[in-house]
């Protein structure tokens, strides 16, 4: 079992910058592949970006890529999600995640947190 929780939500104005957190307990997370996803007021659930368990492989759905970055601290047992050139598009509820194996679908993820709320002022 993981047991995650994210922080560092808030609100921030459009080209800003906000920096999230995800602590995990229990089973160390180094153990897991971790993911960001986030999922906007009726839409669906979106991959933001993924980390290898080590942290050397990372990779990104198109909405962000040059603009967000996932980093990991096994050490301290939390994946980060650094979010620059912020838009009004990525508001939304933030969830870190836990995979057996690499994946961009939400399905195959087998821990969540509660989730922070990002909102982005235009």
């Known amino acids: 079992q993981v047991h995650l929780v994210e922080s560092g939500g808030g609100l921030v104005q459009a080209g800003g910058s906000l920096r999230l957190s995800c602590a995990a307990s229990?089973?160390?997370?180094?153990?897991?592949?971790m993911a960001w996803f986030r999922q906007a007021s009726g839409k669906e659930r979106e991959f933001v970006g993924g980390i290898s368990r080590g942290g050397d492989s990372t990779y990104y759905g198109d909405s962000v890529k040059g603009r967000f970055t996932i980093s990991r601290d096994n050490a301290k047992n939390t994946v980060y999600l650094q979010m620059n050139s912020l838009k009004a598009e990525d508001t939304a509820v933030y969830y870190c995640?836990?995979?057996?194996?690499?994946?961009?679908?939400?399905?195959?993820?087998?821990?969540w947190g509660q989730g922070t709320q990002v909102t982005v002022s235009s």
């Open positions: 995640a836990a995979a057996t194996r690499l994946s961009m679908r939400a399905p195959d993820y087998d821990y």
């Open positions: 229990g089973r160390t997370s180094s153990s897991y592949r």
